[in-house]
């Protein structure tokens, strides 16, 4: 693994929250949209931000603006507000000022619970937004409407941004504004039928309307669906074939396997758990 090490820096943060108790909800969908709208400009600005909502609460929590000023961060912020004002939506905010990254990260980060959850996603192109973004919250909607909930990184990972590595990183995170998480609940205790009915859910019907919106797209391996088709090009893309090469060199007889890992067709899953060569 290749890390990057970045000097620390004065951090700015931000978190907002914001209910549909007592709001319409095709307002309350309206400024979901506005923020989605808002954040080309935020991310360009060198922030990112980390966000997510039901069909009862929307919540910022939080952005992070290394290297920018408070009151830059306020500009970037204020149209969207805006909107909320207009909307009379009521919310709750705080900016905070930190010296370096860590204090930032352990004030405005709550603490990381146990995931439990099935997990699937999407990298929704910058391109999305700017022309079709009514029809992707029209795709957020479906998606909380039918037992699924939406967590949503933003981010700017452009090669023009990232300095043009030369490395296995998937091409979709190049182009992608939104990093989409979709989960549906896992239940240790609950009937294995109804965990394996959520799954399908997330593989037939949630994540479906993504890639409608996103054709020949991609998804964050790390936090995608385990049943994903054609898992090659979305978790790997352009790279696949290169990475099965090296694969092939150092594993030539493939006994490293992960049910998406590079490589992984070559065996098939049976019933009984055994894998078998792919004819």
Known sequence: MTSKLHPDTPT????????????????????????????????????????????????????????????????????FMNKLDQLNITYNHYFGEFPTYLEHFNTMFSPIQVGIAQYGGRLIPRSVVENNNTALTDAFRFINENGGQFIGVGINASLARSGFPENAVNPGWRDALIDTTLTTPWNFTA???????????????????????????????????????????????KNYQKLSQIKDKYDPHHIFYATTAVGSDYWVPQKDGRLCKAA
């Open 191 to 237: 009937p294995w039928e109804e965990m394996v009915a959520n799954a399908d859910k997330m593989s037939n019907l949630l994540i479906p309307k993504l890639a409608e919106l996103t054709p020949n797209g991609s998804c964050y391996l790390n936090e995608g669906d385990f049943q994903q088709p054609n898992f090659q090009e979305v978790f790997y893309g």
């Open 12 to 79: 700015v943060g931000f978190n907002l929250t914001f209910t549909s108790a007592g709001v319409p909800m095709d307002t309350y969908y309206e400024a979901v949209t506005a923020y989605h709208a808002s954040l080309p400009k935020i991310v360009d600005a060198g922030a990112m931000s980390v966000w997510y909502f039901t069909n009862e609460s929307f919540a910022i929590s939080p952005i992070t603006a290394p290297g920018i000023s408070l009151d830059e961060l306020k500009a970037l912020l204020s149209p």
